[in-house]
């Protein structure tokens, strides 16, 4: 109810970026995240890597202040994430509905409405603080195109944006890079770079493991329980893999080392609300 | 020249007439604008539910004020409302589906609103009223009450413009900003209820669902931007009342229906040949692939 009055919590100087504590969430009987704890400071950049229905986007919720923890804390910058303005979802693509009559700028500006409160319509400032969100990430001569128009890519791309219209300082991306081809995720990464210095910290989850262990700072291994999470080399080790994806990885040995190959993903996706 | 003249003005020579034109207007704009959330999340179901919920309340009115007109428009007011946050309520806890509750909940009080006003002898004309609207019988009091709330709905439209978008768009979004988006909801299904129960007279409540969904749905196919879409929802909605009325004016049929008839006549129309999202578009893009 904060917003009726405008007014959200401050950040508590020396507090890490993120921290989780003991989430457990359980939907009647099955349990979707199971004690798991970490901590992130700013500017990391992290993967989340972990089977279909491993819980990684039941855990964005629950940090993005959206889902209730059934047990365990989360701590945005020493306070709890329902106070915060200041934390991004970006959805999965499957999650929106690409018909619905908005164009880009449309959708970018509904990052500001945090920003601008009840009852005031976006000013001057705010329409080119969203052109300058749309240079950022290279979509502002798309302006004006309905989202359904644009490619995979572009829509990640124009999600990212309203991210940064909100000024997000933890943004958690859901799949932003399943079902792109490769140059569209370099265009990504390239946008990461420049999330990175500006301080911003990224969650993403993902299918990928090659692109996980090559683009990120650190990973994080995900099956209901927190797995493993540091630097790939740590985290990628033949037991740990089996132990989040159990019967769905085959571990090959070849003569450069170790191969793993994994389910690849997706449709079958079930994420609880 | 002259007889086309003749032809637009002779029905407008009649005081009922003029009274049923203005109110039946107004209800299409209004429920055209309220509709375009109505069609954007699927609530047509709930929006047929909430109109067929209305009939006990109006009944028991009907019952309590011995046929009197006035104080119908209130007691529809107040089922509305009630009716609203119960289904809100009801689907919130999860235990049973949406829809299932939905269809349970609006049989029930449909059918204790044809009971309740069974018990009344020759209660026949007056059911017909209620279920298929009397727009011809609008008083000028109902005409000031139906543009009251009718404004008052299009003010609060216009008002939480911005937040009713993202609480449609994206509902994580709405959560993530920190929108009290429970209440934003409330108060949408508290629109919905009411430009339901403005319409009342004019449509009925068994083609209600008609006025909230269709002009909506043929701006849909029209244009990709919202708020053109409820600015040619509500011209469609307008369009279809005056259209309406003059087809039963001249072929001497019941109004409501042909309100609605004219109606589905432009959705038809934009369903076949809507620039970019009509049938008739594809097929010719086919053609060329």
């Not at chain 1, 508590?12 to 969430?25: D, E, H, N």
């Not at chain 1, 970018?108 to 990430?137: E, F, S, T």
């Not at chain 1, 033949?238 to 132990?243: D, V």
């Amino acid at each position: 109810m904060a917003t009726l009055i405008g007014r959200y919590v401050t950040h508590q100087a020396g507090s890490p970026t993120l921290q989780v504590s003991g989430i457990t969430v359980r939907y009647n009987s099955t349990l979707a995240l199971d004690d798991v704890s970490f901590q992130l400071a700013q500017g990391e950049r992290v993967a989340v890597v972990g089977p279909n229905g491993a819980g990684k986007s039941t855990l964005f919720k629950v940090i993005a202040g959206v889902l209730h923890p059934t047990k365990g804390d989360v701590k945005v910058y020493g306070h709890g994430p329902g106070g915060h303005i200041c934390i991004a979802y970006v959805p999965q693509r499957s999650q929106v509905d690409w018909s619905f009559p908005v164009n880009v700028v449309d959708v970018v500006m509904m990052g500001r409405i945090g920003k601008l409160g009840l009852l005031r319509w976006p000013g001057r400032r705010d329409w080119d603080y969203v052109r300058q969100c749309l240079a950022v990430v290279g979509m502002e001569h798309l302006a004006s195109r309905q989202i359904g128009e644009l490619s995979g890519g572009q829509q990640q791309r124009v999600f990212i944006a309203r991210a940064l219209a909100q000024e997000a300082e933890l943004m958690l991306m859901d799949e932003p890079l399943t079902g792109l081809d490769v140059t569209s995720q370099e265009g990504i990464f390239r946008i990461m770079e420049e999330l990175r210095r500006r301080n911003v910290t990224v969650m993403v989850a993902t299918h990928d493991l090659n692109l996980a262990a090559e683009h990120f700072d650190r990973l994080m291994l995900l099956n209901h329980q927190l797995v493993g999470f540091g630097h790939p080399d740590e985290v990628f080790t033949s037991e740990r893999l089996m132990q989040a994806y159990g019967g769905h990885m085959r571990l090959i040995q070849t003569s450069e080392g170790q191969m793993a190959l994994s389910d690849t993903c997706c449709g079958k996706g079930h994420h609880p609300q | 020249m002259n007889s086309l003249l003749h032809w637009v003005l002779d029905p407008l020579a009649y005081p009922f007439m003029v009274r049923g034109m203005l109110a039946a207007v107004t209800v299409g704009i209004v429920c055209a604008t309220v509709g375009t959330y109505v069609v954007l999340r699927g609530m047509a179901f709930f929006g047929d539910a909430l109109a067929h919920a209305l009939l006990p309340g109006v009944a028991v009115g009907y019952l309590i004020g011995g046929g009197a007109q006035r104080p119908l428009f209130w007691w529809g007011m107040l089922t509305a409302v009630l009716t609203s946050i119960g289904i809100g309520f009801l689907t919130r806890g999860k235990r049973i589906k949406e829809d299932t509750a939905i269809g349970v909940f609006f049989a029930g009080m449909f059918a204790l609103g044809i009971a309740l006003i069974s018990t009344v002898h020759n209660y026949t004309v007056d059911l017909t009223h209620f279920l298929f609207g009397n727009v011809l019988g609008v008083s000028q009091a109902d005409l000031w009450l139906t543009a009251i709330f009718g404004g008052l709905i299009i003010l609060i439209v216009l008002a939480f413009y911005k937040e009713f978008l993202v609480l449609s768009f994206d509902p994580i979004l709405a959560s993530t900003l920190r929108l009290p988006h429970g209440l934003l909801h409330y108060l949408l299904l508290a629109l919905i209820a009411i430009a339901i129960v403005v319409s009342l007279q004019t449509v009925g409540v068994a083609l209600m669902v008609a006025m909230l969904v269709t002009p909506a749905a043929t701006a849909y196919l029209l244009t990709r931007r919202l708020p053109v879409m409820m600015l040619i929802g509500a011209a469609a909605g307008a369009i279809s009342a005056v259209g309406g009325l003059y087809l039963s004016y001249y072929v001497n049929v019941a109004s409501g229906a042909a309100i609605v008839l004219v109606c589905t006549f432009l959705f038809i129309l934009a369903f076949l040949f809507a620039p970019s999202r009509g049938l008739f578009r594809s097929f010719t893009q086919r053609r060329r692939a």
